[in-house]
């Protein structure tokens, strides 16, 4: 409906005021308003669409988010529910990215503690993939055209600026936002490190917690999440990143090391001990402690899955090349499938 509306109203710029699904409708609408006669799989990201590149100028987006977490008045993605393959996916394209964004923690006064929960989960995860992801140099032959370059170069030293000071200021931050509503400077530093994070990740990418995300909440038939809407089964994306966070982290550990146990730290693990081999582990371990005291639910099974999902679900997250190939260590069936087993209880 919003590229219909973009095609036939046919704006000179476009303003988006809302959460990250807003702003990235209204990148949707700014794309396929250009390309007038563009079908949608066009630029959705491959396998799932054909993954054009975006050649021509868009229009003028300038982004208002009202929410803490997303990121995207920041980034050149924009995620949505394919619902024809059952799976969430996107369109990644530097070009999609706002001219202006418009940061104010006045705007997130109103957001109910859950949607301060979610929303600020995505700011965590941001930014721990973006730090943990393969390096930009390790990512593999260039592309033969430089518009076909991915939005997403994997972690490197600017991103990696971003992705720590996000981190830092999440660990601190979130626990406080989420249990008192009236605290404007956790708000403030949410809003802020969302857009931090924001920086980090739409230039380094993220992987393992984003990709096996899409699956979970796109394959949700039935779970509703406290004040979010009812009427119809929702899992809210920071919700269904953080859960497999845990798992991710075990798996992720044995490369970078030292960057898994620094993530512990400022989580608040006591790393003086720790063993390089353990670093995974540990991490796991603290992002269990931290999780559990926010009230995130125990794992995918909270959402209704089973073992016997698994399949469905890995079938679900393979596409989600985007992403999964961010991953310091190469992931395939099994190793995703392994990770959403550890993931259906983390407490």
């Not at 972690?155 to 830092?168: E, F, G, Q, V, Y």
């Not at 030292?258 to 006591?270: P, Q, S, T």
Request: charge should be neutral; include cysteine.
């Amino acid at each position: 409906m919003a590229i219909d509306a973009a095609r036939k109203y046919n704006p000179d710029a476009i303003v988006a005021v809302g959460g990250g699904s807003t702003i990235d409708t209204a990148k949707a609408a700014n794309l396929y308003s250009v390309y007038k006669d563009a079908d949608l799989l066009d630029f959705v990201n491959a396998p799932l669409g054909r993954g054009r590149a975006v050649d021509r100028p868009l229009l003028p987006l300038i982004a208002v988010p009202t929410t803490a977490g997303t990121g995207s008045e920041c980034t050149g993605s924009a995620i949505f529910d394919l619902k024809s393959k059952g799976a969430k996916t996107g369109i990644a394209d530097r070009a999609l990215k706002p001219l202006l964004g418009i940061i104010d923690p006045l705007n997130t006064r109103t957001m109910p503690k859950q949607v301060r929960l979610a929303s600020g989960l995505d700011v965590l995860c941001h930014a721990i993939e973006s730090y943990t992801a393969i390096p930009y140099y390790q990512r593999g032959p260039a592309p033969s055209n430089p518009l076909l370059r991915p939005a997403y170069q994997g972690s490197n030293p600017i991103s990696d600026i971003w992705s720590a000071k996000a981190l830092r200021m999440v660990a601190k931050a979130l626990p406080e936002s989420v249990t008192n509503s009236d605290n404007l400077k956790a708000h403030e530093d949410m809003t802020l490190a969302a857009a931090y994070a924001g920086i980090g990740f739409g230039n380094g990418g993220v992987h393992l917690m984003h990709g096996c995300s899409y699956g979970i909440s796109g394959l949700n038939k039935k779970y509703l999440h406290p004040e979010y809407p009812q009427d119809h089964p929702l899992c809210p994306h920071g919700i269904s990143v953080a859960v497999t966070s845990p798992a991710v982290a075990e798996f992720t550990g044995s490369l970078f090391p030292e960057r898994h146990l620094e993530i512990a730290e400022v989580l608040g693990a006591d790393i003086t001990n720790a063993k390089r081999e353990d670093a995974g582990a540990v991490l796991a371990d603290a992002l269990r402690r931290f999780l559990e005291k926010l009230g995130v639910p125990d794992g995918i099974s909270a959402f209704g899955y089973s073992s016997s999902d698994i399949d469905a679900l890995v079938e679900s997250i393979l596409p989600q090349h985007r992403v999964l190939k961010l991953s310091p260590r190469q992931v395939g069936a099994e190793q995703i499938a392994s990770i959403l087993e550890r993931s259906l209880k983390n407490y």
